[in-house]
């Protein structure tokens, strides 16, 4: 496999390593060995059962985060492999990108945020690095999964410059205006192609958009005209899934053909030419971009901001504060590793723990919880 990498992808050879030193594995890459320790993870079997943007017993169709997160890696691993890239780590920079999620997608996220106001906030994505970096609890040497530092790179997406200072290697880049590596840059941009496709479908089934809507964006009607001419008959639920792999197809054609471009122009001769660049080269065309960009925010209009205004919304909201004021008030709420961690920690450091210990229940659980306490 290794023999195939381009010189701009991840190498192990060039790499900045682990936080703590262990022996190389036997029979695996150092990648493949951080993707096997991310699905070894207890946070990534939860993904399961959290919501993306349906609450998980809404519908057993709808996407979770857990099968949100391997379309990402099955989009990004695509793309990996026709350029050249590290396959392995792309998947596991893939696979570790939503491990932060709270219960509850945005809705449970915002109020975890609110609820975290006084005390430096809460964000999703420094989180999923959180759990793979100190919350995970599974080897007897470390805390976290001790994962390679472009795994980690890849998994801290954005990052404010006082959290970066905090952060220490992993933060750098955003104090120094520096990207991560190329695979780092696909599996954010694998990300929000999954959503944006999924959604649709999940939207359609929803009943909260229709063809006619989805018709306006350019994205989707060209190909619905190419579909529609050589399958007049089609019935809708089939047209809707012939259109949208056809629209999978075409942005991620036009990303490999763009950033193929992009990396011939560059002439980057490692990863470290990638990180110091000045800007990313795993892009889309200005015209897809834009489409996506597009169909993104009629997504945005469509299904997010009405599921803001659902009564489950509501129920989620207050749920999750209920929650923080509950575990906040009496430590011991909380299972024993967490409430003695929290025991040693002034306010904000409990809240901190409160806030991890949330985070990382899935939505059923929550709920149940939340009937324990107030029972
Ligand atoms: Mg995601």
Same mark, same amino acid.
């Given at each position: 496999?290794?023999?195939?990498?381009?010189?701009?992808?991840?190498?192990? @050879?060039?790499?900045? *390593? &682990?936080?703590?030193?262990?022996?190389?594995?036997?029979?695996?890459?150092?990648?493949?060995?951080?993707?096997?320790?991310?699905?070894?993870?207890?946070?990534?079997?939860?993904?399961?059962?959290?919501?993306?943007?349906?609450?998980?017993?809404?519908?057993?169709?709808?996407?979770?985060?857990?099968?949100?997160?391997?379309?990402?890696?099955?989009?990004?691993?695509?793309?990996?492999?026709?350029?050249?890239?590290?396959?392995?780590?792309? !998947?596991?920079?893939?696979?570790?990108?939503?491990?932060?999620?709270?219960?509850?997608?945005?809705?449970?996220?915002?109020?975890?945020?609110?609820?975290?106001?006084?005390?430096?906030?809460?964000?999703?994505?420094?989180?999923?690095? &959180?759990?793979?970096?100190?919350?995970?609890? +599974?080897?007897?040497?470390?805390?976290?999964?001790?994962?390679? $530092?472009?795994?980690? !790179? *890849?998994?801290?997406?954005?990052? @404010?410059?006082?959290?970066?200072?905090?952060?220490?290697?992993?933060?750098?880049? $955003?104090?120094?205006?520096?990207?991560?590596?190329?695979?780092?840059?696909?599996?954010?941009?694998?990300?929000?192609?999954?959503?944006?496709?999924?959604?649709?479908?999940?939207?359609?089934?929803?009943?909260?958009?229709?063809?006619?809507?989805? =018709?306006?964006?350019?994205?989707?009607?060209?190909?619905?005209?190419?579909?529609?001419?050589?399958?007049?008959?089609?019935?809708?639920?089939?047209?809707?899934?012939?259109?949208?792999?056809?629209?999978? *197809?075409?942005?991620?054609?036009?990303?490999?053909?763009?950033?193929?471009?992009?990396?011939? &122009?560059?002439?980057?001769?490692?990863?470290?030419?990638? =990180?110091?660049?000045?800007?990313?080269?795993?892009?889309?065309?200005?015209?897809?971009?834009?489409?996506? =960009?597009?169909?993104?925010?009629?997504?945005?209009?469509?299904?997010? @901001?009405?599921?803001?205004?659902?009564?489950?919304? +509501?129920?989620?909201?207050?749920?999750? @504060?209920?929650?923080?004021?509950?575990?906040?008030?009496?430590?011991?709420?909380?299972?024993?590793? $967490?409430?003695?961690?929290?025991?040693?920690?002034?306010?904000?450091? =409990?809240?901190?723990?409160?806030?991890?210990?949330?985070?990382?229940?899935?939505?059923?659980?929550?709920?149940?919880?939340? !009937? &324990?306490?107030?029972?």
């Amino acid at each position: 496999m290794c023999s195939d990498l381009a010189i701009y992808a991840a190498q192990e @050879s060039q790499s900045r *390593g &682990r936080r703590y030193d262990e022996p190389a594995p036997a029979y695996r890459g150092e990648y493949q060995r951080d993707r096997d320790r991310i699905i070894h993870s207890t946070a990534f079997r939860r993904l399961v059962y959290k919501t993306q943007v349906f609450v998980n017993h809404e519908g057993d169709l709808y996407r979770t985060r857990l099968t949100h997160s391997l379309e990402v890696s099955q989009i990004a691993r695509t793309v990996a492999v026709a350029l050249h890239l590290n396959e392995a780590l792309t !998947e596991a920079i893939s696979l570790a990108h939503d491990l932060g999620h709270t219960p509850f997608g945005h809705a449970g996220q915002d109020t975890l945020n609110e609820c975290m106001r006084d005390f430096g906030g809460f964000e999703h994505n420094l989180q999923s690095l &959180r759990v793979v970096d100190q919350l995970e609890t +599974k080897y007897a040497d470390f805390a976290g999964l001790n994962l390679m $530092f472009e795994t980690r !790179e *890849g998994i801290l997406k954005h990052c @404010s410059k006082r959290n970066a200072r905090e952060l220490g290697d992993v933060g750098e880049r $955003f104090l120094n205006r520096e990207q991560a590596g190329l695979e780092g840059q696909l599996a954010n941009i694998a990300d929000a192609i999954a959503y944006n496709n999924h959604d649709i479908d999940d939207g359609y089934r929803a009943g909260l958009i229709t063809i006619e809507q989805l =018709r306006e964006q350019r994205l989707f009607e060209d190909q619905y005209r190419k579909v529609r001419e050589r399958y007049p008959e089609l019935e809708d639920r089939r047209l809707i899934y012939e259109i949208i792999r056809r629209m999978i *197809g075409t942005v991620v054609t036009d990303l490999i053909e763009n950033t193929r471009d992009n990396l011939e &122009r560059h002439k980057p001769a490692s990863i470290d030419d990638v =990180r110091k660049a000045g800007t990313a080269m795993v892009t889309m065309s200005d015209d897809i971009f834009a489409q996506h =960009r597009s169909l993104k925010n009629f997504l945005h209009k469509h299904l997010y @901001s009405h599921e803001q205004k659902l009564a489950m919304t +509501k129920k989620v909201q207050a749920m999750v @504060s209920d929650l923080f004021a509950a575990f906040t008030s009496n430590i011991d709420l909380m299972p024993a590793q $967490f409430a003695s961690a929290a025991a040693r920690l002034d306010e904000a450091g =409990r809240a901190r723990i409160v806030a991890d210990y949330i985070a990382g229940m899935t939505d059923r659980f929550a709920i149940a919880e939340h !009937e &324990r306490l107030e029972a």
